[in-house]
């Protein structure tokens, strides 16, 4: 059973870059059917995707944050990255890894996800 | 982008009660049971109950259920448990364009 774990500073400074590690366990981050995601949760709010990377290269952005964001993996350390350039106050939120599965072809949900880690900008 | 709006905001209901929570999409999704149900308690992740509208995900008790298509979607709890009151949200995954979330329902113990 795949299991993540959000890794990363709890505290950026404005105008800096967010960088957050996803580790991959229980399972190859190769595997055909798992798109490795990223998705952040403001406090007392909502949830808001925001992209998702392959093994294979493919990736894919929420077009509210494209600019600004980058998912990479590391198959060596079964790691995937995000890293959020300019970031505001408005960045502040948890960030949650998260599995986008894919199901005959089609992209589906989220599942399993990380625990979750809270990233605040001064 | 489609947006997902979910009703009612809070619901308050006692243990053993019953629970409907609503979803609706704008536009139709085209991929009509393109939807997802997620479970989120105090300090922890979100927890897939629901894909494809209607189907229960592993170890997911059968008092949960889904139900719906294209536009209208609904969660169902059928008897309230204790460990039930939570935030309930939809998520849409028939636009890969961008994969959208309800803004959530709160269940609170009246």
């Known amino acids: 059973q795949v299991r993540l774990q959000e890794s990363g500073p709890g505290l950026v400074e404005a105008s800096q870059t967010l960088s957050l590690t996803c580790n991959v366990s229980g399972g190859s981050i190769r595997r055909g059917d798992y798109h490795w995601s990223w998705i952040r949760q403001p406090p007392g709010q909502g949830l808001e995707w925001i992209g998702y990377t392959h093994y294979s290269g493919s990736g894919n952005y929420n077009p509210s944050l494209r600019s600004r964001a980058t998912v990479s993996l590391d198959t060596s350390k079964s790691q995937f990255s995000l890293q959020l350039t300019s970031v505001t106050a408005a960045d502040s939120a948890v960030y949650y890894c998260?599995?986008?599965?894919?199901?005959?072809?089609?992209?589906?949900?989220?599942?399993?996800w990380g625990q979750g880690t809270l990233v605040t900008v001064s | 982008e489609i947006v997902l709006t979910q009703s009612p905001g809070t619901l308050s209901l006692s243990p053993g009660e019953r629970a409907t929570v609503s979803c609706r999409a704008s536009?139709?999704?085209?991929?009509?049971?393109?939807l997802a149900w997620y479970q989120q308690k105090p300090g922890q992740a979100p927890r897939l109950l629901i894909y494809?509208?209607?189907n229960r995900a592993t170890g997911i008790p059968d008092r949960f259920s889904g139900s719906g298509s294209g536009t209208d979607f609904t969660l169902t709890i059928s008897r309230l448990e204790p460990e039930d009151f939570a935030v309930y949200y939809c998520q849409q995954y028939s636009s890969s364009v961008v994969y959208t979330f309800g803004q959530g329902t709160k269940l609170e113990i009246k």
């Open positions: 494809g509208a209607s």
């Open positions: 536009p139709t999704l085209i991929n009509r049971n393109f």
């Open positions: 998260a599995s986008l599965v894919v199901i005959d072809g089609s992209f589906g949900w989220f599942d399993p």
